[in-house]
């Protein structure tokens, strides 16, 4: 049934080589301050001013694209960030309710996966973000003399939750946090626009668009284009005789597709082929190989 030569099958080294969608870096442009630049993240849905000594950098985090904030280079590894902010637009289903006290559950959850240590909460309050409702709450963390304070917000759009976390150090948590307001003053959270098909076939319509695995991205357009990029080095393609080609460093595949009911026919540009099972859960889809492997990615603009 799956059909796919020997010289395109991936070895999956270190992991599995699944999927990606093409990134696209934040637009910027001058504001009317020249000081400042607009930036517009996750097509068009999240809009805001900065002033031009931050720098901007749109970052894969697992099945999410982050939009880190900072002064200086990016901390590696980005757990380690102590003196910045990132932002991240998850999509979710249109009808889909979220309570205060379910962001307030999230928020706790995604905290404690950001930061390096316990952190200690207050009480979150209700806050508007960007012109809608949301929930502001603030937390520091200490190891031995050295005291992080933050902020985290969640605010529910039509179609998906902004989502914002701001860490500095206890000296410089005021000052940063007054930067961030300014940030806040300008921020503009829109419905995100849905991808429109114009010549995709049967129920292929429902996951054109950018999609995020684990470790990359995958875009399906509707004139039938797939485009697969991955997030780091470490994927090889195979040759006749089953051996890795090491000097042949995979960073990106491309190919065309055809759909057939809940199939997508791939014909990539050596001209081997791979097809893929899908089953859409909201902001979910899952492909499985000719293995049987399935791979879960999220929906991203």
């Known amino acids: 049934m799956f059909n796919t030569s020997a010289a395109f099958r991936l070895r999956y080294m270190r992991r599995v080589l699944f999927i990606a969608a093409i990134m696209v870096l934040p637009v910027t442009q001058t504001a009317a301050d020249d000081h400042r630049d607009i930036v517009v993240h996750a097509g068009g849905a999240v809009e805001f001013s ?21 002064r200086g280079p990016l901390p590696k590894p980005l757990h380690a960030l102590a003196d910045g902010a990132w932002l991240v637009f998850h999509a979710r289903a249109r009808n889909q309710q979220l309570s205060d006290q379910r962001l307030a559950e999230l928020m706790t959850a995604r905290v404690r996966e950001a930061t390096a240590s ?3 909460f207050e009480p979150p ?16 963390t200490t190891v031995g003399d050295h005291t992080t304070r933050g902020v985290h917000l969640l605010a529910p759009v039509d179609g998906g939750l902004f989502e914002l976390h701001m860490v500095a150090a206890d000296a410089d948590f005021a000052q940063r946090l007054g930067q961030l307001e300014r940030i806040l003053k300008t921020l503009k959270l829109r419905p995100p626009k849905q991808v429109r098909a114009q010549r995709a076939e049967g129920d292929a319509a429902s996951i054109l668009g950018n999609w995020k695995a684990l470790h990359s991205r995958l875009q399906l357009q509707d004139d039938g284009r797939v485009v697969i990029r991955f997030d780091r080095k470490g994927n090889y393609a195979i040759d006749q005789r089953g051996t890795p080609v090491f000097d042949s460093n995979l960073t990106m595949l491309a190919g065309r597709y055809r759909a057939q009911d809940d199939l ?11 097809n893929y099972r899908w089953r859409r859960q909201g902001p979910n889809l899952f492909l499985t190989d000719h293995t049987g492997r399935t791979s879960q990615l999220r929906r991203i603009y």
């Open 50 to 70: 900065i002033d031009q000594d931050w720098t901007v950098s749109e970052v894969p985090v697992g099945r999410e694209v982050r939009l880190y904030l900072t």
């Open 118 to 120: 316990t952190p200690t």
């Open 264 to 274: 997508l026919l791939v014909t990539w540009s050596d001209g081997s082929r791979t």
């Open 125 to 140: 309050e209700k806050s508007k973000v960007g012109g809608h409702a949301g929930l502001r709450g603030r937390f520091h």
